[in-house]
């Protein structure tokens, strides 16, 4: 039988390390994509729901414009607040939390979006930055803000007296 | 070697994707979002934010609030396009010594190229901690017309936020790179961008060159761009809410377009109105308690049609398909000698606008990759590039066409699709179709037909040795398995008495370009009818499996089944076993939910605590085809062998 040449072992050595080394690099790759996905699966699930609660948020928000609107109607105030608790029941049970926030609070961008600017005069000047409104109330899930509370922001400044 | 991420630096909007093994993937922000406001700010509380966080804060701070810095970056200060967007944008803007551009932000002068720094820093850090590594290089996306200057300062840009940028490529050509045009010389390709804030088209053409070892090189070019910096999809919300306030006025007669909550409602209910008539006909928007009167108060009810919106839209549409006309021209070329048409920007997911590009071209447009992030992807595919990921050494193939074997009344059941990646193996368990049934063939198909008929048989074994037992129970692991190279080994076993019978197929994958596509083309064509075959064969099976079940219960019950039930289910039995035999499958279905609910009595009537209550009494059910799959000859040989 004919002795290899040696160049052909080294050559065929080359070719083995490169297979190895592809081999081993594409079951890394498998295993780190596999860890990946199950993250990714995880983050999916988290953000499906979040977009599904989303599509619910505006009729929560028709039933607080409800509420508001129905002051003088003692009656349709009662049956109005009652299905609005079972909304919120339900959105608790599902981990959503209104974020609280009330006149006086300083404007924080982590939870609340400015939708305009309210001048202030010279004795509401400690309104300054701080929420004069709550238009739309926002709401958290425990890993995100699904919505930020739509607010009015106080500013006062020399000229608006 | 740490991953090249592609970045796509937009003037309203940002986004960052990165190569993988499977291929070019997004990544969301820490808010978990998929694009990243292109905004900073300096807050009132001297914090410096950016992104999602500076947008919501901008109202109460528009001195402060950078936005659309990209119109500005690495341009002169005398520059006509910046003298008259500073006219419009609120923050201060001066010249520099060097003649350039400078942007105050609380009390300091930045350069644009600071600014952009900040919002790649938060990409950078966002894919990091999406990565869980360190991101240490990318490729960053510029819209073709930007000049050396403006690519350098994207560039500075990029090295500031600690990015070692590796190159900086267009728009059009990341989009053309995201659907792999750059490879198909001589081609003319029309990037068509229509975004939120701008519509930009350029024409790109794939040339040959000669590369660096004086082979020949495929090289997009831009030959021409051209675009409205001020057309985009917020002038479609603000024709809607304009229809909106007007429709509104006519039906209550009040004017809202002063009430700013209102107005605000009015402005998300129009958005999600224009996404929604992207995929359905007609949407309602309602907004109730929107405002109120002496009456008390008052609600928006109304419906809008996919129809109204392209009528309110239209003369935009022209327009972008002027200057796209304009483009071309100017590029050297008619609108016949363009192959392959891009669309990119969130607008163009616009039933419209994509009827318009086909009218217009008479082609069909690329639309598989979302339009948003189809120019991050592209970045992402030239990252990959530079980091070898998509030329890698390992090539493998996949499979062309499904593979499977025939089941149960003719149905081809597949056990490993079509675009597998090889090598790949797959391992179902099935069963017998009749009582006593000693033996099953394996009849080993490829194709798309939901028919075992209609495919192609590639072999036939038997399986025999299967030790008599009532239909379902014995269990043969059939495992199909294909090597790189293509060949199929696919094995048979019972796994009571362990015998087993396997059988080697060549050439699984040897059919030819033609040939598989003429299979494909086939599939489609009869999809339609192969469903109808299929789902007729499975109501079938599942009624005889009824019956089977139905007829065992009865016999299990034996004297314990009062008499008016057994006659009750025995009178159902026959009206579903004359229905099979017929063809319609409405009956076949009504009849098996009859003796399936009159099986169920069957369980009831048995008291509590029965020491033998009837085998099977309630049915289950139908078992998947994949485990009680057998073919009719498998049942026919199964008849023949028990005689």
Known sequence: MEEPQKDSIQELQEKCDQYLAGWQRAKADLINFQKEEERRFETTILYSSSQIIKEFLPTLDSLGFALESTKENEAAQKGIATIKSQFVDALTKMGVKEIPVKKGDEFDPTKHEAMMQVPLSEEEKDLDNKVVEVLVPGYTTASQVLRATKVKVGMFTENNN | ?643
């Open chain 2, 1 to 643: 070697m740490s991953k090249i991420i592609g970045i796509d630096l937009g003037t309203t909007n940002s986004a960052i994707a990165v190569m993988e093994t499977a291929g070019p993937r997004i990544l969301e922000n820490s808010e978990g979002n998929r694009t990243t406001p292109s905004m900073v700010a300096l807050s009132k509380g001297g914090e410096k934010v950016v992104g999602l966080l500076a947008k919501r804060q901008a109202v109460t701070n528009p001195k402060n609030t950078i936005f659309s810095v990209k119109r500005l970056i690495g341009r002169k200060f005398s520059d006509a396009t910046v003298q008259s967007d500073i006219k419009w944008l609120p923050f201060d803007v001066r010249e520099a010594s060097n003649g350039g551009v400078e942007i105050k932000m609380g009390e300091e002068w930045l350069k644009s190229e600071q600014i952009s720094a900040m919002i790649l820093t938060k990409l950078k850090a966002d894919a990091e901690a999406k990565l869980g590594e360190k991101v240490e290089e990318a490729v960053i996306i510029v819209p073709a017309y930007f000049d050396d200057s403006q690519r350098q300062a994207t560039k500075n840009a990029g090295e500031i936020a600690g990015l070692k940028v590796r190159r900086i490529i267009n728009e059009p050509t990341a989009a053309a790179l995201a659907y792999g045009l750059n490879k198909n010389k001589d081609e003319q390709i029309v990037v068509y961008d229509f975004g939120g804030g701008t519509f930009d088209v350029s024409v790109l053409e794939v040339a040959g060159v000669e590369g660096e070892e004086g082979n020949i090189e495929s090289q997009v070019l831009v030959k021409a761009t051209g675009g409205d910096t001020h057309l985009g999809g917020d002038d479609f919300d603000k024709a809607i809410i304009e229809y909106l306030v007007a429709e509104y006025k006519k039906q209550d007669g009040i004017d809202i377009s002063s009430d700013d909550l209102a107005l605000q409602r009015l402005k998300e209910a129009a958005e999600r109105a224009k996404h929604e008539l992207s995929t359905s006909l007609e949407t309602e928007i309602n907004l109730p308690y929107i405002t109120s009167d002496a009456s008390g108060p008052r609600h928006f009810l109304i419906k809008m049609t996919r129809a109204k919106l392209e009528e309110l839209v239209r003369e935009k549409i022209d327009h972008s398909l002027e200057i796209t006309n304009q483009v071309i021209k100017d590029a050297g070329f008619t609108v016949s000698d363009i192959d392959e048409i891009i669309l990119v920007g969130g607008q163009t997911r616009m039933p419209a606008i994509q009827e318009a590009i086909k009218k217009h071209f008479g082609k069909e447009p690329h639309l598989g990759i979302n339009p948003d992030e189809v120019v991050a992807t592209g970045a992402a595919v030239q990252g990959g590039i530079f980091q070898g990921d998509v030329k890698d050494v390992l090539l493998l193939d996949v499979t062309p066409l499904s593979v499977g074997i025939e089941t149960l009344g003719g149905v081809f059941t597949r056990l490993i699709e079509k675009n597998t990646t090889i090598p790949a193996s797959k391992t179902e368990t099935f069963s017998t179709a009749a009582d006593n049934q000693t033996s099953v063939e394996i009849h080993v198909l490829q194709g798309e037909r939901e028919m075992a008929s209609d495919n192609k048989t590639l072999a036939k074994f038997i399986l025999d040795g299967i030790p008599p037992a009532p239909r379902n129970v014995p269990k043969v692991e059939v495992t199909f398995d294909i090597d790189a190279n293509g060949i199929l080994n696919v094995s048979a076993k019972d796994q009571t008495s362990g015998k087993t019978q396997s059988v080697r197929i060549e050439a699984s994958t040897s059919l030819s370009k033609e040939e598989i596509e003429k299979l494909k083309q086939d599939a489609a064509a009869n999809r339609e009818e192969d469903k109808k075959k299929k789902e007729a064969v499975e109501v079938k099976n599942a009624a005889e499996n009824l019956i089977y079940v139905s007829k065992k219960a009865l016999a299990d019950g034996g004297e314990k089944v009062p008499e008016e039930i057994k006659s009750a289910v025995t009178e159902k039995i026959s009206s579903l076993e004359s229905a099979k035999n017929g063809s319609d499958l409405e009956a076949i279905k009504k009849a098996s939910e009859e003796l399936s609910k009159e099986i169920q009595k069957i369980g009831e009537s048995m008291k509590p605590g029965d020491a033998n209550p009837p085998e099977g009494g309630a049915p289950k059910e139908t078992p998947a085809q994949s485990t009680d799959a057998t073919s009719e000859s498998e049942e026919k040989k199964s008849d023949s062998g028990s005689e």
